[in-house]
Every structure is written in structure tokens, then in C-alpha cells.
Antibody
Framework: EVQLVESGGVVVQPGGSLRLSCAAS????????MYWVRQTPEKRLEWVSL????????YYADSVKGRFTISRDNDKNSLFLQMNSLRADDTAVYYC?????????????????WGLGTLVTVSS | EIVLTQSPATVSLSPGERATLSCRAS??????LAWYQQKPGQAPRLLIY???NRATGIPARFSGSGSGTDFTLTISSLEPDDFAVYYC?????????FGQGTKVEFK
């Protein structure tokens, strides 16, 4: 069974930094493109970032470009999101998700398996 | 950025009725569109990809249609478990966007 477990979400002040983690199990993590997607308090879904299965290609939403960095450790079946210069509008539940295709590039662009999410609150 | 507009925002129906949800794109996305279902306290679940293909394990009462800018998700006969929020999503030019969601609620 595919499992994705996010962690690292806390309350942080504006301008602060945070590192989110996603622990993967039940599938061949190193073979899948991975994503971060967030859901705002208003329930709006927003794609945040993507990383290719080998880690060589990354993409970011304009709203986080230059502030967030996605990375992965395939030996530890883990995905990360380093979040710097946090703003109030970064407040959201952050989900990690798999692409729906294995070892395929470009990826399908569809979010197949999702974790339960971790809540990031940016507030003073 | 391609904007996806879903309608209606809320639809009130009874079990056994047919649900028809619409998603309109601000420019063509070809058939690169997906639908997700989300229940309270849960992550979204992929239902339909490439506009009309059901994801693994999704019941046949869910169907998708459309291409270009106009898409439809149809639930042929609502089950009690289907009352939820539904989102459409597209990916073009390495940018992903979602619609704002349609809530299917009990009438």
C-alpha cells in the first residue's frame, strides 16, 4: 500500500524558514516524479513544486520561486521542501503527491497518491 | 496562467440523481484535464485523467468528457459516499492550476 506521510508543519513568523518532509513507502519512490501541492484555508488547491525521479529537474510556481526549494533523497525514500522568507499567504496544508506514471518524462502532471498533509501557519 | 472556472459552486441533489459538473478553461488545455474528489479531513483523490479516463479503482458511475476548453464530470447515480467537493486540474507549459471546486451536497 502506498503511504506518504508529511511532517514539519508548525506556526512560524513572517520571514521565517521551515523544512517539510514527506516519508514514502509501499512503492518504488525513486521511480516517480513527486510534487508538493498546498491547500489554503479557503480550500483553494495550488501546485507548489515538482521534482523528477532522479532529482535533476525541478519546477516551481511563480508564487514560491526563489523562496522554496524542493529536493529528494531516494536512498531514504524522502521528499523535502525548504521554505524560506515565509509570508502569510503561504499558510496552507501542504501535501506531497506522486505522479501517475513511473519513470516517464515528461510526467503525466496528474497527482495520483497523496499524503494526509501537514499544516503550515505563517503568523506573528 | 490558465484559469479553470467550475460551475456551479454548489449543487444540491439526492442519492440516485445524476450530477453534472462543469469546468471551463481560459484557453485550450487539449485533453490534459483531471478531476479529483475531496471529502472533509481527507486529501483529494484522483478520479479522472486525460479528460475521460477513470483512475484505478474508480467506479463506472463516474465519467468525464470534453476537450479544449469545456469539460464535464458526470456522476450517473449519486451514492451517499459521493457527496463531496470536486476539483478540476490542468497542466500545461509546466504550470499546474486547479478550479475553485464544486460542492455536491445533500438536497
Amino acid at each position: 500500500e502506498v503511504q506518504l506521510v508529511e511532517s514539519g508543519g508548525v506556526v512560524v513568523q513572517p520571514g521565517g524558514s521551515l523544512r517539510l518532509s514527506c516519508a514514502a513507502s509501499g512503492f518504488s519512490f525513486r521511480d516517480y516524479t513527486m510534487y508538493w501541492v498546498r491547500q489554503t484555508p479557503e480550500k483553494r488547491l495550488e501546485w507548489v513544486s515538482l521534482i523528477s525521479w532522479g532529482g535533476s529537474s525541478t519546477y516551481y510556481a511563480d508564487s514560491v520561486k526563489g523562496r522554496f526549494t524542493i529536493s529528494r533523497d531516494n536512498d531514504k525514500n524522502s521528499l523535502f521542501l525548504q521554505m524560506n522568507s515565509l509570508r502569510a499567504d503561504d499558510t496552507a496544508v501542504y501535501y506531497c503527491a506522486t505522479d501517475s506514471t513511473r519513470q516517464f518524462w515528461p510526467p503525466s502532471g496528474y497527482f495520483h497518491h497523496w499524503g494526509l498533509g501537514t499544516l503550515v501557519t505563517v503568523s506573528s | 496562467e490558465i484559469v479553470l472556472t467550475q460551475s456551479p459552486a454548489t449543487v444540491s441533489l439526492s442519492p440516485g440523481e445524476r450530477a453534472t459538473l462543469s469546468c471551463r478553461a481560459s484557453q485550450s488545455v487539449s485533453s490534459k484535464l483531471a478531476w479529483y474528489q475531496q471529502k472533509p479531513g481527507q486529501a483529494p483523490r484522483l478520479l479522472i485523467y486525460d479528460a475521460s479516463n477513470r483512475a484505478t479503482g474508480i467506479p463506472a458511475r463516474f465519467s468525464g468528457s470534453g476537450s479544449g476548453t469545456d469539460f464535464t464530470l458526470t456522476i450517473s447515480s449519486l451514492e451517499p459516499d459521493d457527496f463531496a467537493v470536486y476539483y478540476c486540474q490542468q497542466r500545461t507549459n509546466w504550470l499546474w492550476t486547479f478550479g475553485q471546486g464544486t460542492k455536491v451536497e445533500f438536497k
